[in-house]
């Protein structure tokens, strides 16, 4: 079943009307927070910054129209350190979702493409995003380099190791080179397993019902306890735990 005609208006008017709103937004969020860091009042920057992103990240989902659900928010790190956010990756909205109602201050292993979407990447460099260029070894291996400098600085990343949205809505294959950055930096591990994100946007098909994004922070796994076998099955053990939640999450009513 094609998205209809009224239901791609209405998803670009929404997008359209966000995108007007961020545009000045960002730069009225960035020029507050440059007076705040020359007022060296460095963690009153950070704070509204990232209350700034949690904002406009729950602007475009509430604009789309979407419902969001969070269940295991007792798994959420209650104190800094060196963390690794793993999920599966439907729809570009996982990124934003994470962000607004995680309260997760993180990063993104993103495509190199984004790096030259306006006002966009202003945000992404302010996260600690790295970018990875598609097909290119050595562009990897700088992504991946930075990323592990990111949390060993107490930056949060995060990476989904489908390297690409699935568009059928399934959990695919992880790929096994994507969880080195959570083991080269003994990072512990957040899993994280959404549903619904493609439903709002790119493959919606109505304007109602009201899609119903459901998120699972998943329990925590420490990379620095587990046995040379458990790092070797990690991708498998990590694809398995986020599929089966997945499922579960869809067969709620």
Known sequence: ?????LCSLYVYIAVAFWVILFIPGTIITFVIYGVLRLLFLKKAADGFMWA??????RLITKVLGA???VYGKENLPKADGHYCIVGNHESYLDITNILGYCKLRTGFVAKKELQAVPFLNIWMVAFGCTFIKRGGIKSSIDAINNAVK????GVQMVIFPEGHRAKNGEVETFKPGSLKLALRSKATIIPIAATGTRSVFEGRKRITPRPHIRISVLPIIDVNTLTKEE???LSQTLEN???DEVSRLKAIK
């Open 52 to 57: 700034s992103a949690r904002m406009w990240s």
């Open 1 to 5: 079943m094609k998205r209809s005609f």
């Open 241 to 243: 735990m986020i599929k």
């Open 150 to 153: 990111n949390i060993q600085k």
């Open 231 to 233: 790092k070797d099955n």
């Open 67 to 69: 419902k969001v659900t």
